[in-house]
């Protein structure tokens, strides 16, 4: 069975730090490319990072500079550690997994986790 599962998420202030984790299980890791998306009430969901088995990163721009993802590919895991976090942060947080090495569309993900809620207050 596939899963991804998101974990991490919680209540912080603002200019406190997070780190979600996104456990890979039932489909080759090495594989796939691992993103991070948000959603906001009323927003749509955006993407704001991902990295491709071979370590290639990229930001959304309202994350750089601020957020780190990273991988254990031993663990089956992609964490994404999320510094100076500011109340527009607030938002439940989905990772997703790709088969398109680059992906550019959200349509490109076929795995999705079930999201976890991070909330910052100010």
């Known amino acids: 069975e596939v899963q991804l599962q998101a974990s991490g998420g919680g209540l912080v202030q603002a200019g406190g730090s997070l780190r979600l984790s996104c456990t890979a299980s039932?489909?080759?890791?090495?594989?796939?490319?691992i993103g991070w998306f948000r959603q906001a009430p009323g927003k749509e969901r955006e993407g704001i990072s991902f990295i491709t088995s071979d370590g290639f990163i990229e930001y959304s721009d309202s994350v750089k500079g601020r957020f780190t993802i990273s991988s254990d590919n031993a663990k089956n895991t992609v964490y994404l550690q999320m510094n100076n976090l500011r109340p527009a942060d607030t938002a439940v947080y989905y990772c997703g997994a790709s088969e398109v090495v680059i992906p550019t569309r959200q349509s490109h993900y076929e795995f999705w986790g079930q999201g976890t809620q991070v909330t910052v207050s100010s």
């Open positions: 039932g489909f080759d890791f090495d594989d796939y490319t």
